[in-house]
């Protein structure tokens, strides 16, 4: 039986990312230097990763995404901040993914989701993303996005593992 990963499911995914974020922000504001990035399976076949960018007033400032892998395909969920911490994670999601195809899904059109996507386009990662992200992404020439969905689910078959 496949499992799916719904858009409650990712919601839910989110929100504990959301949650960590904010902590790991309070306690970044006084760290030196910038956190490392960070990678992490947060269920079977989940993986979380949090990368940083230090904003004008000197505060560090998490950006997180997943990668959902499946028995055919990976999904990567955002990009890393940086095209340096987007090839970083693609080191670590390598040997996770093996030779199996990835895609990539852009959650809104600024740097902290969409910062690597030259990287992920250089390495044949095809990218998707709905509608009105790919039209801001080139109205401010943040990027190419391939693929547009329109603003309804979508269902990404990684065989034997769904994303909605």
Known sequence: MASVLTRRGALFCCAGCLASALVLRAQAVTAE???????????????RHTSWNTLSNGAYFPSNGMAVV?????????TAWTRDQTETLLGLLSP???RK???LFV???HADRMGGIDVTASRGIASHAFERTVYEAARVKAGSIERAFAPVSHLF???????E
């Open 33 to 47: 230097p910038r956190p490392d990035f960070g990678f992490g399976e947060i269920a079977p076949g989940v993986w």
């Open 101 to 103: 195809p990835m895609d």
């Open 107 to 109: 959650t809104h059109f």
């Open 96 to 98: 996770i993914v093996g």
């Open 157 to 163: 078959d990684l065989g034997g593992r769904a994303v």
């Open 70 to 78: 499946g028995a055919k395909r990976a999904l990567m969920i955002d």
